[in-house]
């Protein structure tokens, strides 16, 4: 870095290098140009798919982005002739539980891993780091044998379990927990905090942020997931919101407007609250990238 | 005072132990074992249909090398990686950058753009699904009402892939741009300016102070990607397949058949537990290799 800096770091380099401001305003404005024809495209599917789910009729393969005749007739159908919010309610059910999960074993074990000495602390981090190699379609075969046996295909708990804890969650909460200085976690001992008490009260305040960013993960990981649900599940009842709108798409066929406003009613509320959260989901997601 | 430290260090072994006796149970029960077992059932003739479960060694794995169904979703889902992990690095660099270096709505396009990485990818698999829709789907009318020939999307072999790669790209966009505007963010400002005070351009900048210094980021979203698009599975479900139970996945003629739809369609439509963990077998050993080498990569950091 430091030798460029002996050829060419002299005075007269400076006005060449630094645009003028008609040029940086030109140039600012193209860029918002660019960015502004990114952002329609990565929208518009959206937009898309809202207006089919209001249109009817011949009206569905008009090009037009605004219905003449906006109906929630779609809508109406769609909750009347399926299970939609059957199925909304058990992907809440799933989502939740698998998160409130994650965020307590997870963390639960970070602690340990991180800040209780004991004999072969090591090799447990190393077999539980080791699984995150393994990709859940080599587990899907054999979890849907034992899972057969056991009895537990089409229930809560067979879409749930094998989400209850997860690796790359353990991982985080361990990398974060090693953060948090000794002397902090003494001196709740000294004070008569029993480990659980120090875990608890002192260590999970201090990795609020990233215990935040995996309770998001988790809970749109759980959300939106798709392979295990889809062999696991079996009935209507039990379907989770994307299972659900698989299968009636599937059966759906050329009922376009129906499909777009199952899609609609999956995709507006999450976008919604990530439209509040926003600052909060976006940094959490890119502090649990960098670690 | 020796028994009294020797006590407490057992206690504090003692709550290790607790703390860690319920996920390693988990890590073992859920994990480890069922990985063991797809090893085991990849050398068996499992049948679910069937009572006998003949041990037959490696023959799921010789059957694996004469089947040109296997043969198509490996190519396939290898052009899925090599056109999509290049897309979303130089797509996502491009847009960050851009980001960075405008001065006014920062955060709102990065919203903008992190919008489809949030939804449901069964849902935006629909929608896209409706709007590749050869006969009446939006494409279709825009390119005929500007006097273009329609196109076969979806419905014809020779597109269909790269129309999912598209949705593929789109989708993750916004992840790749939120950790690159968070690599960019650490690049501490005096290099660039040093570098523009030294007569740099734009272009030198970005080529040899930019890119070297987030060499990590790249790698590990390069990793990820790979992965991600190494295990694509629900889009084609989704988008190219027809009605569930049908057995006609990842069409038209199997062109956008993956690797894990491949999989899933072995062991779930045709029940050859077997013959289909033999395949996750070795989409195993194909991560494991690309995870192995972003170790190697990433533990030979750039010093500046």
């Not at chain 1, 991180?114 to 072969?120: D, L, N, S, T, Y």
């Not at chain 1, 698989?246 to 976008?271: K, N, R, T």
């Amino acid at each position: 870095m430091q030798e460029p800096a002996i050829q060419t770091g002299t005075l007269e380099n400076l006005p060449r290098s630094s645009t003028s401001p008609p040029t940086r305003d030109v140039r600012a404005a193209a860029l918002h140009l660019l960015l502004l024809a990114g952002a329609v495209l990565m929208i518009f599917p959206f937009l898309w798919m809202l207006a089919t789910s209001f249109k009817q009729g011949a009206e569905v393969f008009n090009i037009s982005l605004i219905p003449r005749q906006p109906t929630w007739a779609n809508y109406q159908t769609l909750l009347e002739s399926t299970n939609y919010l059957r199925w909304y309610l058990n992907s809440a059910i799933v989502a939740i539980i698998t998160t409130a999960s994650e965020a307590f074993f997870d963390s639960m074990a970070g602690y340990g891993l991180a800040k209780i000495k004991f004999p072969g602390r090591g090799l447990i981090l190393i077999l539980i780091l080791s699984t995150l190699m393994i990709p859940t379609e080599m587990l899907i075969i054999p979890w849907y044998m034992m899972f057969t046996k056991a009895g537990w295909v089409d229930t809560y708990w067979g879409i749930m379990l094998p989400g209850l804890v997860s690796a790359f969650g353990v991982f985080l909460m361990n990398q974060f927990m090693q953060g948090i200085p000794d002397d902090l976690l003494d001196a709740a001992r000294i004070d008569g905090l029993n480990e659980f008490g120090v875990w608890w009260h002192v260590a999970l305040h201090q990795v609020k942020p990233a215990l935040a960013a995996l309770c998001i993960l988790v809970f749109l990981g759980n959300w939106n997931a798709f392979l295990w649900p889809v062999i696991v599940i079996e009935s209507s009842a039990m379907r989770t919101l994307p299972v659900g709108i698989a299968l009636f798409s599937g059966e759906a066929g050329p009922e376009w407007q129906l499909i777009m406003a199952a899609a609609s009613l999956a995709v507006i509320p999450v976008v919604a609250v990530f439209a509040f959260f926003q600052k909060q989901i976006v940094q959490g997601i890119a502090l649990t990238g960098m670690k | 005072m020796a028994s009294l430290q020797l006590s407490l260090r057992q206690r504090q072994a003692l709550w290790g132990y607790a703390f860690l006796l319920l996920p390693l149970l988990f890590f073992l029960v859920v994990r480890i074992y069922p990985a063991l077992s797809a090893f085991n059932v990849s050398l068996h003739q499992w049948d679910v249909m069937s009572v006998r479960k003949p041990f037959v060694g490696m023959q799921n794995f010789v059957q694996m090398w004469h089947d040109p169904v296997f043969w198509k979703a490996a190519v396939n889902t290898l052009l899925y990686v090599v056109i999509s992990v290049p897309l979303e690095l130089i797509l996502g660099l491009l847009v960050a950058v851009a980001i960075q270096s405008v001065n006014r709505f920062q955060g709102f396009y990065r919203t903008i753009y992190f919008v489809p990485y949030i939804t449901s990818t069964v849902a935006v698999s629909w929608v896209w699904r409706w709007m590749y829709f050869k006969n009446g789907g939006v494409f279709n009318q825009i390119l005929l009402s500007l006097g273009l020939p329609a196109q076969s999307f979806l419905s014809g072999t020779e597109q269909a892939l790269y129309c999912v790669t598209v949705v593929v790209v789109w989708q993750a966009l916004g992840y790749f741009v939120v950790i690159f505007l968070a690599g960019l963010e650490m690049i501490p400002p005096m290099y660039k300016e040093a570098a523009k005070i030294d007569g740099a351009t734009g272009w030198h900048v970005f080529r040899y102070i930019t890119v070297p210094l987030l060499n990590p980021t790249i790698v590990f979203l390069a990793v990820l990607g790979t992965i991600n698009s190494l295990q694509i599975f629900t889009q084609i479900m989704n988008m190219t397949s027809g009605g569930y139970g049908h057995g006609d996945l990842g069409g038209p003629l199997n062109s956008t058949l993956s690797l894990v739809v491949y999989i899933y369609s072995q062991a779930f439509y045709k029940f050859q537990m077997g013959y289909a963990s033999a395949i996750t077998v070795v989409l195993f050993a194909i991560i494991l290799v690309v995870t192995l080498i972003q170790l190697k990569v990433l533990s030979r950091r750039v010093d500046y």
